[in-house]
């Protein structure tokens, strides 16, 4: 599938302190997801993008979906020690429109937050 | 509780062994997707089905692997002659017709000793 490039690799923060992160891709995505994964957990899906500009929030969470549909950032503000896991953004590429909405993950953003 | 289940949660096995997992995805959904994911990636996709069909397979998706779903309900998938290189997560997720939502079972953790 096509490669979703997830950015930083990692963070390490402390509580209270707003987090940005962000995906890209080289082709255009009909759809992004971003995933929470907690340690031998599945992902839970935290937003989802449908439109390009797009911005949907939950909670302290703010994800838009990138003008050029190539990519999406996700936001999280006044982050709480809870907030630990991998972030995973995931999508459907328009290429495969027709292939059942299979999705594409990128290899994740892992948050750590200290107290 | 409503949401994906799969069983088991955890499966040690020996190499040459097959071993079974199942998904019982949310009860409205026609879709259901397996993927696999392995130690600092994000899952890939195995296989999808639309009901008891299935639809699409990828290349991950060796002979070895077998899924159903007869009935289009739950779902199973089988690895026969178990490798070490299998050992990972299996994640089943399920949504409905539109496709866009897809959520997610705990997995079950493989491993081959």
């Known amino acids: 599938g096509q490669q979703l490039n997830q950015s930083p690799q990692s963070m390490f923060i402390q509580e209270g302190e707003d987090v940005s992160m962000n995906c890209t891709s080289s082709s255009i995505f009909n759809t992004w997801l971003w995933y929470k994964q907690d340690p031998g957990e599945g992902p839970v899906l935290l937003i989802a993008?449908?439109?390009?500009?797009e911005l949907t929030s939950n909670g302290r969470l703010t994800a838009q979906f990138g003008i050029t549909r190539k990519d999406s950032f996700l936001n999280i503000s006044a982050s709480i020690p809870s907030d630990v896991g991998i972030y995973f953004c995931?999508?459907?590429?328009?290429?495969?429109?027709?292939?059942?909405?299979?999705?594409?993950f990128g290899k994740g953003t892992s948050l750590l937050v200290t107290p | 509780d409503t949401g994906v289940s799969q069983n088991p949660r955890h499966k040690i096995t020996k190499r040459g062994q097959n071993v079974t997992f199942r998904c019982d995805p949310i009860s409205e959904h026609n879709r259901l997707y397996w993927y696999r994911q392995t130690l600092g990636q994000g899952p890939e996709f195995l296989t999808y089905f639309q009901n008891e069909a299935q639809l699409e397979k990828s290349r991950l998706l060796s002979d070895r692997f077998s899924a159903e779903r007869p009935k289009g309900s739950f779902s199973t998938l089988e690895i026969q002659r178990t490798e070490q290189g299998d050992s990972a997560m299996y994640l089943c997720?399920?949504?409905?017709?539109?496709?866009?939502?897809?959520?997610f079972g705990p997995g079950t953790r493989l491993t081959v000793l």
């Open positions: 997720a399920s949504t409905d017709d539109s496709g866009n939502e897809q959520f």
């Open positions: 993008l449908y439109k390009a500009g």
């Open positions: 995931a999508g459907h590429p328009t290429a495969n429109s027709n292939s059942g909405y299979a999705l594409n």
